[in-house]
Nanobody
């Protein structure tokens, strides 16, 4: 089993920044994929950014140039640096981890962008 815990969400003003963290623990050997997704009420969960074990990254068009994903393989941690936040970034952000053929999700962390 793999446990996934996100942190770093909160309330921020438009134009501000936040840094999300996601830590995986338990049976972490073999984790090949870590990513951030977000979801708003009534909508499906959507990819924000992801990163593989070799460092390859992928971003949603809506966050390119504003968000940066990074990974600490030694600590099995993935970060999401979010800059120039706007109201459309308001959502619950979830961390997704894939180990071998199984997927694990965290409980989510709320990000609210509002003045």
């Amino acid at each position: 089993q793999v446990q996934v815990v996100e942190s770093g969400g909160g309330l921020v003003q438009p134009g501000g920044s936040l840094r999300l963290s996601c830590v995986a623990s338990g049976r972490t050997f073999g984790i090949s994929y870590m990513g951030w997704y977000r979801q708003t009420p009534g909508n499906e969960r959507e990819l924000v950014a992801d990163i593989t074990s070799d460092g390859s990254t992928n971003y949603a068009d809506s966050v390119k140039g504003r968000f940066t994903i990074s990974r600490d393989n030694a600590k099995i941690t993935v970060f999401l640096q979010m800059n120039s936040l706007n109201s459309e970034d308001t959502a619950v952000y979830y961390c997704k981890v894939r180990r071998l053929s199984r997927v694990y999700w965290g409980q989510g962390t709320q990000v609210t962008v509002s003045s």
